[in-house]
Each structure stands twice: as C-alpha cells, then as structure tokens.
C-alpha cells in the first residue's frame, strides 16, 4: 500500500489501525500529524478532498473554485448572506490562500485569557510554538524583488498618511511574485501543507488516506474509539466504500463547518456544554478597487505582500489583494459596455480590502440533513457595521493618497465610482447597512471554542474535549474569538502545542 493513498486505490471497504487518526490535512491537522508521526508515533492523516499537482491548477477562477472548494466555491451563509469558501484538498485551506503567517497580538490573547478563562495562551506561552512553525515552514516578510506596484502603492499610500505598514510575513520559498496563490501555486513556492508538513509526516512513517469523508466517531464512555466513513469520488462526492480507522487518539482538524457536524452526527458528542456549532464568528471583509493613471500590471506581485495593522486596536486590519479577473468581474458594477471597459481598466487596478473583527456578530452551525455539508447562519452586528464603514473610508484615503484618479467602493447605495477624496466622503457619513456592503468572509473561528470552564466551552487549552479522554479538536473552530488578524499562523501554533500534550498523553 501506497504511503498516500489516492481514489483510484480503493477497492473494497476496509479497516486500519493506528495510534492517532488526524481528520483533516489543513494547517492544523497537517501540522499535528507531522509532529506526531516523528515523536514515532503510527499516525494516519484522512482527507476528504484528493491530492493537487501544479499540473491540476486552473488559472481560470470559476473552474478553480469548483474544483478545489467546497460546494464548487458557492458556500455562502444564512441570515446575512456572504460567501465562505472553505477548501477541499490534500492541505486544506494553505493550498489557495495567501499563504500569510501573522502572530496574533499580545493583546488579543490577553483579551483571550480573561474572557474565556485560559491560563496558558498569552503571547509568551504562543511564542515558541509560532517560532517552531516559522522555521519549519521558512515564514519570512515578503522582499521588495516580488511585491509589484499594487502591493508598493499601499506602502507609499500608508507612508503618506503616515500609516505604519510592513510588508507580509508569508510561507514561501523563491516566490517569483507570479500573483497565483488562490488558484495554486505553480511554481510551488507557496510552503501549502502538502508539500511541506505531509510529506514530512510520510517520511517518518505516517499514512494518508485522501478521497475518505469521514461521517462519524465512535465513543464507548469517555473514549473515542473509530472513525467511520465513505470513500468519495473526487469532484463529484459520490459514496462508495465504506471504511473505519480505529485508534489511541483522535483529532478533528476538519475546519470550523465540517467539525461540528461530525460532532453532531456522530450522537451529539463532545457537546455536555450545548456550545458545539455555536459562536459562529468570521473576518468579513470588504474590497475596494482603484483605478491609477498608469499601468499597475496588477497581474504581477505577491497576491498579498502588504499591510497595516494601525488599525487593530479599532477592529480591522488593512490588506492588498489581487484575485484572478474571472473573479473580479463579479464585483465590477455595470454590464455590457460599461462591464467591458471596466474590465479594460484591470492593468491600472490595485485592490485593497480591510477584515474586521467582529466580536459581537455571531451565528451557528449544524448538519443538513441526509449530507454533511452544514447549515451556517450568521447575523451582522450593527456595531460591527460600523468598523468596516469607518475601513472604507481608511482605503478610499490610502487610494487617493497613492494617487489614484478614481476608486470603485462596491457599495449598494453609493456611486459606482467616486473620482476624489471630497466624492467618497459618503463612504463615511453614510449611514450603511449591513446589506448594503458586499463581504465576503473566509477566516472562521469559535464553534468549537476553547473555554477554561467545561460548561462554557468544548476544548481545553490542551485540544482536548472536555466531555472524552482522548478526543482533541486542532482547526480555527478552537480559536475562542477573532486573533485579529489571518489565523493560520495562530493556528499552528496552537496545534503545535495540541501535539505536545497528545505526545506527552501518548
């Protein structure tokens, strides 16, 4: 048997044995099993989704999202509407994001430590798992060489107002600023867990099972014992084999949506404190385009190699950003005519976006029935509304600060363009609704959160369940609020520390 087991390899159910199944190849589970398998552990590593080659990748931002996002790239929530795009693929979420690693602010995780109870997640206890990540993964700031004007306009915009800015500290090795991290790194610079933690993990001796949906974890008392599941086809989702892992200990690392409703599915289990699925919580965030007098080549550049974090302390974080065309034709206003010539303005765009931490919006998640794929609703906070209103008028300030002769607000309500400074200043005296911004909002978090009090929260600083011995949760879901900022990096180290415990309960 191959050490990566792939669709085409399965010919009948089976069984496995092992003393750690990892449910999840993302950063957070990648990471584990990695760290587990060379303590000698006999970890097996399950993924719903197949293994990605550069030769895979589809520049084409539609096919790509359908190919490797779940729900074809259309997931979006209840209450409020926005899309969430959650991935399925050997490496999870790092095989198309950014591939940006922030530590979280101290004093986030100061926040974290007396609202929810933790003893031992400050900044201080974090830091040696966040540096044991960066060495691994080479996580360095983005250098100039591959930056490309839209991401150097941001800084000579912030250095005007006089923002502080820095350029992003990223998971990659020789990135030639290809611009390409969301439909997959060809070049394979981008450090994504399958081809950095998992093949790690394979060296030393661990097993991948891909295409395996798992449905459900067997308990007998406070001990998980399985878990079960079918064989998928790739793309598709159709069923076939049907299999089961039995092990020492498990982990769910199936991302903020899928964990619960494995949880739910699996008889309500881990959920003596009612909060599994609850405290949905994500970074909405909000776009905006502007237009230079000169050519940007935006298509050129770290697809996010700068930002600001002058703004934390007032909930939003500001971000460069670029997206495959495809994708941004969605967003132009206009049709026809008027659609053509604003896409003809693409080589002199640059695009910025702002995410907000928004604390008091919340909403919840739970199985649909006859699948596993969720039901998520979610409600925008009117006060949270008002970070990301006062992050419009932030950008807006930075595009004319840089220069442009006009920006693109994306705002229902507002004109389509604004040509000055004077011109956006609606974006901040206006009183918007939540409707009326167009968000989108990938970074999740809470809906298994880490609690101090086992009646207020599903996981332990450890990982651990609190209702089983030997069931541990290593995705964002554990996070018990925004970490301000991206969440990968926060993630990693918080499942870096979740393997020691396991290691050391091993």
């Known amino acids: 048997m191959s050490m990566v087991r792939v669709f085409s390899e399965y010919e009948r159910d089976f069984v496995e044995q092992a003393d750690v199944a990892v449910v999840g190849s993302g950063p957070g589970g990648a990471l584990l099993a990695k760290e587990l398998s060379c303590a000698g552990h006999d970890v097996i590593l399950l993924e719903e989704g197949p293994?990605?080659?550069?030769?895979?990748?589809?520049?084409?931002?539609?096919?790509?999202?359908?190919?490797?996002?779940?729900?074809?790239?259309?997931?979006?929530?209840?209450?409020?509407?926005?899309?969430?795009?959650?991935?399925?693929?050997?490496?999870?979420?790092?095989?198309?994001n950014s591939a940006i690693c922030v530590r979280a602010p101290a004093s986030t995780l100061e926040d974290w430590c007396g609202e929810f109870e933790l003893e031992h997640t400050s900044r201080a206890d974090l830091d040696p798992h966040y540096e044991a990540v960066e060495k691994f993964l080479g996580i360095a700031p983005t250098p100039d060489d591959v930056l490309g004007d839209r991401n150097l306009l941001f800084r000579k915009a912030c250095d005007a107002l006089g923002y502080s800015s820095e350029p992003?500290?990223?998971?990659?090795?020789?990135?030639?600023?290809?611009?390409?991290c969301f439909t997959g790194c060809r070049a394979r610079a981008k450090q994504s867990m399958d081809i950095s933690y998992v093949p790690a993990m394979v060296k030393a001796g661990g097993r991948v099972l891909t295409s395996v949906q798992v449905q459900q974890v067997l308990a007998q008392g406070r001990r998980a014992t399985a878990v079960t599941g079918r064989v998928v086809r790739p793309f598709s989702g159709e069923p076939s084999h049907s299999f089961r892992v039995d092990a020492r200990v498990i982990v769910l690392a199936a991302g903020v949506m899928a964990t619960p409703v494995i949880l739910s599915q699996s008889g309500d289990l881990a959920n003596h404190s009612q909060q599994v699925g609850r405290n949905l919580q994500f970074h909405p965030g909000v776009a905006v385009a502007g237009i230079f007098p000169e050519r940007t080549n935006p298509q050129f550049g770290a697809t996010q190699g700068y930002h600001s974090l002058a703004f934390i302390p007032e909930g939003f974080k500001l971000e460069t950003l670029w997206a495959p065309p495809a994708l941004l034709a969605v967003?132009?206003?206009?049709?026809?005519?008027?659609?053509?010539?604003?896409?003809?303005?693409?080589?002199?765009?640059?695009?910025?976006?702002?995410?907000?931490?928004?604390?008091?919006?919340?909403?919840?998640?739970?199985?649909?029935r006859g699948t596993m794929d969720p039901v998520i609703t979610w409600h925008f906070h009117p006060d949270d509304v008002l970070i990301l209103r006062r992050a419009l008028w932030i950008l807006a300030r930075l595009f004319f600060a840089a220069g442009a002769r006009k920006i693109l607000p994306g705002v229902h309500g507002q004109p389509p363009e604004m040509h000055s400074l004077e011109e956006a200043r609606v974006l901040a005296d206006s009183e918007l609704r939540a409707i009326d911004l167009v968000c989108g909002g990938n970074h999740v978090f809470s809906t298994t959160r880490m609690h101090g009090d086992p009646g207020r929260g599903v996981v332990g600083e450890d990982g651990r369940c609190h209702d089983l011995d030997n069931l541990y949760i290593a995705d964002t879901g554990i996070l018990p609020q925004s970490p301000s900022v991206n969440p990968m990096h926060t993630c990693m180290a918080l499942a870096h520390r979740i393997a020691g415990h396991i290691a050391e309960a091993l």
């Open 51 to 96: 293994p990605f080659t550069p030769a895979d990748f589809e520049l084409d931002g539609g096919l790509s999202m359908a190919r490797t996002l779940r729900e074809g790239g259309l997931r979006t929530t209840r209450g409020y509407v926005m899309p969430t795009m959650q991935a399925i693929a050997l490496g999870g979420g790092s095989l198309v």
């Open 168 to 180: 992003i500290a990223r998971n990659v090795r020789g990135c030639r600023g290809s611009g390409e």
């Open 331 to 368: 967003r132009l206003p206009g049709f026809a005519q008027a659609l053509k010539q604003r896409l003809a303005e693409i080589p002199y765009a640059a695009i910025w976006d702002a995410i907000a931490s928004c604390n008091r919006s919340l909403g919840h998640v739970r199985a649909r």
